[in-house]
């Protein structure tokens, strides 16, 4: 099993940066995919990007492609997701998640608390 929790969410004007950090603990971090995903008010979790056990491939939503980069640190045991040029609509509860099933695409097995991103207009 893993723990995750998030960080680095907050207040931001449109057009600003923000970085998310994901700490894990427990079972290797490295066997796992990591994922990021988001929940706004009134709408449904939606996937935002994925890095593969070794970092050598990423995913991306068509919404954040250019903005955003996941990255992680074995070493550190931790995923990040820097973003960029964010807007308005970027703001939600942002989520990271591990998969252990070696399928990025799919369900993720665990899952953080979450960290509040709002974007100012």
């Known amino acids: 099993q893993v723990q995750l929790v998030e960080s680095g969410g907050g207040l931001v004007q449109t057009g600003g940066s923000l970085r998310l950090s994901c700490a894990a603990s427990?079972?290797?971090?490295?066997?796992?995919?990591m994922g990021w995903f988001r929940q706004a008010p009134g709408k449904e979790r939606e996937f935002v990007a994925a890095i593969t056990r070794s970092g050598s491939s990423t995913y991306y939503a068509d919404f954040v492609k250019g903005r955003f980069t996941i990255s992680r640190d074995n070493a550190k045991n931790t995923v990040y997701l820097q973003m960029h040029s964010l807007k308005p609509e970027d703001t939600a509860v942002y989520y990271c998640?591990?998969?252990?099933?070696?399928?990025?695409?799919?369900?993720?097995?665990?899952w953080g608390q979450g960290t509040q991103v709002t974007v100012s207009s």
């Open positions: 427990g079972r290797t971090f490295s066997t796992y995919d």
């Open positions: 998640a591990a998969d252990e099933t070696g399928n990025p695409h799919g369900e993720y097995d665990y």
